[in-house]
């Protein structure tokens, strides 16, 4: 436990009563709040600052993990790949033998700790394009999520922030999409280097293919641009950090209560005889005494893609037989919760660097790592200011590829793309398999952006202390593997191109051995990785039908006074990553919670 957490138990029982500050003890909560947060993640605390702008609402928010603050690897931006997984900060979910890639087992990691997943991913900042919006509006039927709409709500969350080396990022980014005066600091690389040089190189060389793209943010997202990070100058930010900052954090209309998971959402039956959810329950672990709390207007589940729907099963919201299977009372038939599990299949690609400086040599030497940590701790500045790719580029297959014969096009339209690519400096990978000891590495990290695979999340127990069944059913639909297939031709030209001579000395390990479709398909079946976005597990659906989990006002359907504000909520997969889109959909989620309570 850290030094910031037993002073803060001490704070919760010297002010054993009072509002507003981090509460580590259940007993001490007041009995009138106006709304419960389940969950202090990326979209929790969000809806927790906003509501709480209102002095006259007290708001409530539990969250099963401890608090982000001491914990080096979870503010470095450097050490995001190391805060998970098997941490004390994580939900250790395993998926089940994903049959289309051999059988394999992945970890399926998600943050357990203020800020949730915001506090342990990797910062990529990605607004998704015009197209993504658009089409959720369509879908749900409500204009108010196009992309004229959403916009401004990523302009209200952003603090656009100086990178960490303050150079000139004049054309690195476009200052009139962006916001300056938000919570959320997102920011440019800050120590920028060879490899970034010869990435934008290749665009001035293959313009055709690889175009340069000054903002990556701005909503017409083929090309490939600097990367925009949630990073504040030099330190991670997460919701945790900006949403709960210390001047929100003390409003006394305000508590955090960390250490306590919640098991279950409490139903009554309203005046219509509809069931209304008028409470949680929640305890610190199995066995340990419970606790309720009734708020007096809603309940906002934002417990992310995984545990949203998890809870929604545990207190009776899903398919009935599943739910008779473990013994829980159904308060409401929906065999939707849990379903259409999507997420991208991501798989990593690498070469052997000519070069004795890539960020290899903090694996390899650790007197240079304690030199880098020496920098950063004591001036901010160096490698460690920066996330995992100085770069970040979404490019689509040409509709004249022979796969669109077989298959529809599944991306949301000409603005998004099919596929991504993230750039290492030094080895990287998704895949429990030990880093190399030796060697200089540049790996190009692709990431299938609009796949057509779909898994779920199921109960395998009524225990809340059980996880539940994570299956993202990766590369069970073939277009996955096709287009996989053709990300991993393209990521070969794009280090093909003559920016990369004499530093690109061919592709690493036995990558070379993989080369006809077929060689390619099993290479694609053994390495494919999640890159941990799961989304649309508690679909959003127009009311009018009898289909998703939630409305387009992000109400659970066929219950009152419960929302779901998180990525579950999504009925696609956004083509690129899921951070920035939910908190924009969370920010917007307040405003209409805002307004049917004014
Ligand atoms: C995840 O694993 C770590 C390390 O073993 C452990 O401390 C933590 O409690 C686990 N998390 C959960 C939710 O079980
Ligand atoms: C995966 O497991 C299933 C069920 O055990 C088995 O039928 C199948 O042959 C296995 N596939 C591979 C590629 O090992
Ligand atoms: C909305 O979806 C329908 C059906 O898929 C399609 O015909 C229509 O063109 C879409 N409208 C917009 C504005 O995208
Ligand atoms: C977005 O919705 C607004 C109404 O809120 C509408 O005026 C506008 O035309 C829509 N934009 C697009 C691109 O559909
Ligand atoms: C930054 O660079 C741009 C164009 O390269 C230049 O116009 C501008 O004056 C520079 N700004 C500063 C503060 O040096
Ligand atoms: C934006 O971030 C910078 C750098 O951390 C900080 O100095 C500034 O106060 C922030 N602005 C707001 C509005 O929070
Ligand atoms: C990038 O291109 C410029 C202009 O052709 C060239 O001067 C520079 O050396 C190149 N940088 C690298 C790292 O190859
Ligand atoms: C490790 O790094 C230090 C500092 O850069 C350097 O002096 C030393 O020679 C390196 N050791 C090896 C074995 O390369
Ligand atoms: C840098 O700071 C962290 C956190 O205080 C500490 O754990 C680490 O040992 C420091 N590293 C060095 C090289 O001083
Ligand atoms: C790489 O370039 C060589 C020589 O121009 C060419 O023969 C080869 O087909 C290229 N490979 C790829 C994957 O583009
Ligand atoms: C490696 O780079 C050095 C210069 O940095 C160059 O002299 C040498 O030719 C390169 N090696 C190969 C095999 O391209
Ligand atoms: C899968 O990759 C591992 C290394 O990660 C390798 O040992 C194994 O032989 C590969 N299996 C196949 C079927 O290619």
Not at 140 to 159: L, R
Not at 274 to 281: K, N, R, T, W, Y
Request: hydrophobic fraction near 40%; aromatic fraction near 10%.
């Amino acid at each position: 436990m850290t030094r910031f957490l037993s002073s803060l138990l001490v704070a919760s029982s010297l002010l054993s009563s009072a509002l507003g500050v981090i509460l580590t003890d259940a007993t001490t909560i007041a009995k009138d709040y106006d709304f419960v947060v389940i969950g202090a993640g990326t979209a929790g605390n969000v809806i927790a600052n906003r509501l709480t702008e209102n002095p006259n609402w007290k708001v409530l928010v539990v969250e099963a993990g401890i608090s982000n603050e001491g914990l080096y690897l979870v503010s470095t931006p450097f050490f995001g790949p190391q805060a998970s997984p098997n941490k004390a900060w994580t939900w250790n979910y395993t998926t089940v033998p994903q049959t289309a890639c051999l059988n394999r087992t992945m970890n399926y990691q998600r943050g357990k700790l203020l800020g949730g997943t915001s506090s342990i991913n990797y910062m990529i900042y990605t607004r998704g394009s015009h197209d993504y919006w658009d089409n959720i509006a369509n879908y749900t039927g409500n204009p108010t999520w196009n992309w004229t709409n959403i916009e401004p709500y990523y302009i209200k969350a952003e603090n656009w922030t100086e990178p960490a080396d303050h150079h000139n990022t004049t054309g690195q980014f476009d200052p009139s999409v962006h916001g300056f005066s938000g919570p959320l600091s997102v920011s440019l690389p800050g120590s920028p280097n060879e490899l970034s040089t010869r990435i934008f190189n290749t665009t001035l060389e293959l313009p055709d293919t690889y175009p340069f793209l000054e903002d990556v943010g701005a909503g017409n997202g083929i090309g490939l641009g600097w990367m925009q990070a949630t990073i504040d100058v030099d330190v991670r930010a997460s919701s945790a950090q900006a949403y709960l900052a210390p001047k929100f954090i003390a409003r006394p209309n305000l508590d955090v209560l960390i250490e306590q998971q919640v098991t279950k959402i409490l139903f009554t039956k309203n005046s219509k005889g509809l069931p209304h959810a008028s409470g949680i329950e929640f305890s610190a672990g199995p066995n340990q005494r419970k606790f309720t709390v009734s708020p007096s207007k809603e309940v906002i589940l934002s417990g992310g893609s995984i545990g949203s729907p998890h809870l929604l099963m545990l207190s009776g919201v899903g398919d009935a037989g599943e739910l008779l299977e473990q013994n829980i009372d159904i308060v409401f038939n929906n065999p939707q919760v849990g379903k259409n599990l999507v997420d991208h299949p991501a798989l990593a690609n690498h070469w052997i660097a000519n070069s004795t400086q890539t960020l290899d040599i903090y694996r390899e030497n650790a007197t240079d790592l304690t030199l880098a940590e020496q920098q950063y701790n004591t001036t901010g500045t160096g490698t460690l200011v920066d996330n995992v790719s100085p770069a970040i580029g979404f490019f689509r297959i040409p509709a004249n590829e022979s796969l669109f014969e077989q298959f529809t096009d599944l991306t949301s339209g000409p603005n998004a793309g099919h596929y991504e690519f993230l750039w290492r400096d030094g080895w990287g990978s998704f895949l429990p398999v030990p880093a190399p000891t030796v060697g200089f590495f540049t790996t190009i990290t692709q990431v299938m952006l609009a796949p057509a695979s779909r898994g779920s999340v199921t109960l395998v127990s009524p225990d809340p202390f059980t996880f539940p069944k994570v299956d993202p059913g990766f590369l069970t639909n073939e277009y996955d593997v096709q287009t996989a297939r053709y990300a991993i031709k393209s990521a070969r030209a794009f280090m093909n191109a003559t920016a990369w001579d004499g530093y690109n000395l061919g592709l690493a390990f036995d990558d070379a051995a993989f080369q006809t479709d077929e060689e390619l398909d099993l290479f694609i079946r053994n390495n494919t990785a999640p890159i941990y976005h799961p989304t649309g597990t508690n679909r959003m659906e127009s009311s009018a039908k009898d289909d998703g989990v939630v409305d387009s006002f992000l109400q659970v359907k066929g219950v009152t006074g419960l929302r779901v504000v998180d990525t579950s909520v999504f009925p696609f997969i956004i083509e690129g990553h899921p951070e920035a889109p939910t908190y924009a959909l969370a920010e917007r989620a307040a405003d209409v919670i805002k307004s049917a309570w004014q």
